[in-house]
């Protein structure tokens, strides 16, 4: 049965290292968050170091997940004084529960604080992909998908809560009238 693949990108006002107050916010909001989320219906996994997340997340081995990239338009530092950005990579069983999982609960009310922590970049902000059973996304596939999704619009290689596609490719509701 196929499987959801989430990637999320987004660039912070402020460093990772030296992080503005209102950056500290999202910060330490994140590992609630995430315990919320991987305890959500039809969530599978998520892409964590497989070494404890000593260092950057460029330096970072990320298993299956592959080598940590970023969207070409990325123009913040690499390094651990400069990384300005958060980013996740996921699989879910399907869209209605990753919709259910971002748009409710704990994610909702980080959610509706975006713009305190993220630049708006005119860029989009979350991409998904069906990939087949057994698949593990890589970071490099997230990026891709979501420079295409931007360049063409959605489709079913790449597509968003708004615009869904079905794993046989067919577009289908949108996210918010399933849920």
Not at 1 to 23: E, I, R
Request: proline letters at 7%; glycine letters at 8%.
């Amino acid at each position: 049965m196929p499987q959801l693949a989430l990637y999320t990108f987004g660039v912070l006002t402020s460093p990772l290292a030296d992080p503005a107050p209102l950056t500290r916010e999202f910060l330490d909001s994140g590992d609630a968050v995430y315990r919320r989320i991987s305890r959500h219906p039809g969530y599978l996994a998520r892409a964590e170091s497989a070494d404890g997340g000593r260092g950057t997340l460029f330096d970072l081995d990320w298993g299956a997940w592959g080598e940590f990239v970023v969207p070409a338009w990325y123009d913040k530092g690499r390094t651990v004084e400069t990384t300005a950005l958060a980013a996740t990579l996921s699989l879910w069983t399907d869209l209605g529960s990753a919709f259910d999982a971002v748009y409710t609960g704990l994610h909702r009310a980080a959610l509706n604080r975006r713009y305190d922590w993220f630049d708006r970049t005119g860029h989009p902000s979350h991409v998904f992909w069906w990939v087949s059973d057994g698949v593990i996304p890589t970071w490099q596939d997230g990026v891709s998908r979501l420079e295409d999704l931007h360049e063409h619009g959605p489709a079913p290689q790449a597509f968003t809560f708004h615009h869904p596609f079905t794993p046989q490719g067919t577009p289908t509701r949108a996210a918010a009238e399933e849920a």
